[in-house]
């Protein structure tokens, strides 16, 4: 199977989630086997490259190598919501 550290499914929530380097994970909703759409572009710190997702708990885990520009090793957890305009917190 293939594995992508950029992007990541969550089964239960039929949601994708993309790590953008620039700043940012994309969340997109899938509707049906032919039919994605974006929810939103959830601000992080630059240069997160890589994604975890936790299917029992739809947490999303994103190491981050920096912190405001300056150098950094940290893991950031976000929540996701469901059924409110943010998808994660």
């Keep these: 199977m293939f594995s992508n550290p950029l992007l990541k499914f969550d089964t239960g929530l039929n949601r994708i989630y993309v790590a953008c380097y620039s700043g940012a994970i994309s969340v997109f909703q899938e509707d049906d086997l032919d039919h ?4 939103e572009d959830f601000p992080v710190q ?3 490259h890589s994604l975890a997702v936790d299917e029992q708990t739809h ?3 994103a190491p981050e190598q920096e912190v ?3 150098p ?3 893991m950031t957890i976000y929540e996701a919501v469901i059924g409110q305009a943010a998808t994660l917190r």
């Design 36 to 39: 994605f759409r974006k929810l």
């Design 59 to 61: 947490r999303v885990y």
């Design 72 to 74: 950094a090793s940290r």
């Design 68 to 70: 405001d520009g300056r």
């Design 46 to 48: 630059k240069k997160v």
